[in-house]
């Protein structure tokens, strides 16, 4: 089996400064993470609240710091109103009713927070947990690639609310910014479970950065279709799939982070990154545009403390997972501690057109029990001999979390940025 063997770039990184050291994985010269992201937050009070909101929404609405809400049920801004939430305003999200916020098509939120005053969507319960409140939804009228272009959420919800896509991939959803989002998920009743953040058809002008999902039960980020750019956001110990693109989105997510835990994930479809099509595909049209993700600047890590038995026990599966009829563009990423890095849908076939479509290029691969696999298909030569090639630049190593990254055990203020300096790559697995 062949391995990536261009490693006579690890020289170099010596003599590099330190922002040139955060070329791979999240960047910047000081940790963008300070300030507003909580790795603790189970342990954060946010008093009780004095507030209810319930029904729908459909008047212009503003929800005020000096307040504490509490969410009930499903909750819609419908009618075209715009919900603005101030900097520093706590929604907590009534555990009974599995409450949910959803912003229908033509609708409006205006979340902008500020880094040392972020907004929180949180459990109202004193011991919070994964899954106890639904999520946010975010619908627009942006393309998908359905058949008619429109399609409803399925998540129990009204179908006339619930309904999402256009033609219009500029639409405007409103701002999410300086936003977490703590203990999602909530079990449907039928099958599986809400999303903590799920843009369905949201456009490009809609602003999403610096936006934190911590104990989802369901999916950290789901992307449905639409035009949007992200950049900033954080998947912290969720419990299914970190970020999940499918239904024609053209995505571009910039300087992100998922952190993993072996013993919080789900024993199936765990994973940092899922890019697919479709979940059938008699749902979807395949002369349309079908999923694109241009992503850069990627940080997957495995926080496990005994990350090799982990890997043996089967409890930590493949990073990034890409299905058939689906592009990825994957620069300057970090994947760390995972089994193995990369799985390929089965239903692609191996070849220069459709490897094309699916770039791994100057990547960092560490800790893995393998890198780029098809499912189902032990054998990886030729994705090792291709995506081994000079010309994509990538590197593979082996170094503990502690070594790799600039502060991994502070968990108060942690710093995932990668610490080149002290990296040694190797060839043996």
């Not at 960047?27 to 909101?53: C, H, M, V």
């Not at 449905?224 to 999940?244: M, Q």
């Not at 592009?327 to 995972?338: E, H, N, Q, T, W």
């Not at 990668?418 to 697995?429: D, E």
Request: contains cysteine; hydrophobic residues 35%; glycine residues 8%.
């Amino acid at each position: 089996m062949k391995y990536f063997y261009h490693f006579l770039l690890i020289f170099l990184l010596g003599a590099c400064s330190v922002n040139a050291q955060q070329e791979k994985g999240i960047k910047g010269s000081t940790s963008w993470l300070n300030n507003w992201t909580e790795f603790r937050p189970n342990k954060k009070d946010y008093g009780e609240a004095n507030q209810i909101l319930a029904g729908s929404i459909t008047e212009n609405t503003k929800l005020y710091k000096k307040n504490v809400y509490l969410l009930q049920g499903d909750v819609y801004v419908a009618n075209n109103a715009t919900l603005t939430i101030e900097p520093g305003t706590v929604i907590l999200a009534d555990s009974d009713s599995a409450a949910a916020l959803i912003i229908t098509k033509g609708a409006t939120i205006i979340a902008d927070g500020l880094e040392t005053d972020p907004i929180v969507f949180t459990s109202n319960k004193a011991k919070k947990k994964a899954g106890d409140w639904g999520g946010l939804i975010i619908l627009g009228d942006a393309p998908t690639n359905k058949f008619g272009n429109v399609s409803s959420v399925n998540y129990d919800l009204d179908n006339f609310l619930s309904s999402y896509g256009g033609n219009n991939a500029n639409a405007n959803s409103g701002i999410l910014r300086y936003v977490r989002i703590e203990f999602a998920g909530n079990k449907l009743k039928d099958s599986g479970n809400y999303n903590a953040l799920l843009l369905a058809g949201v456009g490009n002008k809609t602003i999403l950065d610096n936006i934190m999902v911590s104990y989802a039960l369901g999916n950290g980020f789901e992307i449905y279709g639409g035009d949007v750019i992200l950049s900033k956001l954080v998947s912290f110990k969720t419990n299914a799939v970190d970020y999940r693109f499918n239904y024609g989105a053209q995505s571009k997510i910039d300087n992100s982070l998922a952190i993993r835990n072996s013993y919080v994930s789900s024993n199936t479809g765990s994973k940092c990154l899922s890019v697919v099509s479709y979940d059938s595909k008699s749902e979807v049209d395949l002369s349309k545009k079908q999923t694109n993700v241009t992503a850069t600047n990627l940080t997957f890590v495995n926080d496990s403390e005994q990350l090799s038995q982990d890997i043996a026990k089967g409890l930590v599966k493949e990073a990034v997972y890409v299905g058939e009829n689906a592009a990825l563009d994957f620069k300057r990423g970090v994947i760390s501690g995972f089994s193995p890095a990369v799985i390929l849908d089965d239903k692609i076939e191996i070849n220069g057109q459709n490897l094309n479509n699916i770039k791994f290029q100057d990547m960092y691969f560490n800790f893995c029990k393998g890198n780029i696999f098809t499912k189902n298909n032990p054998n990886n030569e030729d994705l090792e001999s291709w995506y081994g090639n000079i010309i994509f630049f990538n590197v593979y190593s082996q170094s503990d979390n502690l070594e790799t990254f600039v502060d991994f055990s502070n968990e108060k203020r942690p710093d995932f940025r990668l610490r080149l300096g002290k990296i040694t790559a190797s060839n043996n697995q």
